[in-house]
């Protein structure tokens, strides 16, 4: 009994093979046919290209960490049969489902300019807490002139706490 026409360059039996548990082989080479006739179909390929894509899917989740973790514990039971996860159109499955992780995109590079901000916004905490701690006038006098200069170069900083700190400082 043929399967397939000549056309597919990926046999049934490798990817039967492929997949981390064999059982039911007659059936499952049945599966394997209509799935990739389903996907040709669906996806919009030749049975060439849909019989390449499903091998490499199955080889993917036969390597995904969920299988070999059943594998590693002894538990190759709970692996469904080759047929369930074909009719379950299990392929298609995200990645996420068969226990890798997601993809993080990376984080883009700070920006300058939020550097410098975070910086003067550092500055004026603690031209704040120096003078808080200040008794005398000469010395509160000389902070809000440094205060003043943090002031002008953190512009772009948070307006409630900028306007809390002004107030608090004499020079809002």
């Known amino acids: 009994m043929q399967l397939f026409k000549d056309d597919t360059t990926v046999p049934p039996d490798t990817i039967y093979l492929a997949y981390p548990r064999r059982e039911a082989k007659k059936k499952s080479l049945e599966k ?4 990739i006739g389903y996907i040709a179909d669906n996806k919009r390929m030749t049975k060439n290209e849909a019989s390449q894509w499903l091998l490499s899917r199955v080889q993917k989740y036969a390597k995904s960490p969920k299988v070999q973790n059943k594998k590693r514990d002894g538990e190759q039971r ?3 049969m080759m047929t369930t996860w074909l009719s379950r159109g299990s392929y ?8 890798y992780k997601p993809a993080t995109p990376p984080t883009p590079p700070r920006i300058a300019k939020d550097i410098a901000s975070q910086r003067a916004a550092n500055e004026g905490r603690a031209h704040l807490h120096a003078f808080r701690a200040m008794r005398n006038d000469e010395q509160r006098e000389s902070v809000r002139r440094q205060a003043d200069r943090w002031w002008k170069r953190a512009a772009d900083h948070g307006d409630d706490e900028q306007r809390k700190w002004a107030e608090e400082m004499g020079v809002a």
């Not at 394997?32 to 799935?35: G, L, M, R, T, V």
């Not at 298609?92 to 226990?99: F, K, L, S």
């Open 78 to 80: 709970f692996i469904p």
């Open 32 to 35: 394997i046919a209509s799935a």
């Open 92 to 99: 298609d499955d995200d990645d996420a489902a068969w226990g």
